[in-house]
């Protein structure tokens, strides 16, 4: 990978990539700070990556990172999970949108990631697999067990409007 290819990943997937960890942790200081890091291991090993797989390579070194960061400050805090057919809080939102990013900050940490490069980012699932080190099954099963939760957790719309 040349210098060039290296300051046109950081132009074509900086912003991707900040949207793709701040959406995670929800801290804008750690996101930026996994995403300079990422760029700094991309510098460290420019001689050893294609300039075709930067991407890919940028966000499982994020992925990573952010993962490995969350488990050494010890952030990660279990999820009150809904069982399935049980409606949301019982206080009734107008706003569908709020509704739907309380129910995803609630997810599962491996279900909000997939869920997010998948609805958000628009990756396929195979995509989806080679960045978090899951097979393309897995990313499915997640992603449908989030989808559920989501419906479930939002309820029926005729109660929301």
């Known amino acids: 990978m040349t210098i060039q290819e290296y300051n046109q990943s950081v132009d074509l997937y900086a912003d991707r990539l900040f949207r793709f960890v701040a959406k995670s942790v929800k801290d804008t200081h ?38 490995d960061r969350l488990r050494k400050e010890k952030r990660m805090s279990p999820t009150d999970l809904l069982p399935v057919g049980e409606e949301g809080p019982s206080n009734q939102y107008s706003d569908v949108g709020e509704r ?12 909000r990631i997939v869920l997010t490069l998948r609805d958000y980012e628009g990756y396929s699932y195979q995509e989806i697999g080679e960045l978090t080190n899951l097979n393309e099954s897995q990313v499915k099963v997640y992603i449908y067990r989030a989808r559920v939760y989501l419906k479930n957790y939002i309820g029926k719309m005729d109660v929301l409007v």
């Open 30 to 67: 750690f996101a930026e700070d996994i995403v300079q890091d990422s760029y700094e291991k991309l510098w460290k090993n420019l001689a050893q990556v294609n300039g075709e797989k930067v991407k890919a390579y940028l966000f499982t070194t994020a992925y990573h990172t952010m993962i």
């Open 100 to 111: 739907l990013r309380e129910a995803v900050d609630r997810l599962p940490e491996v279900q």
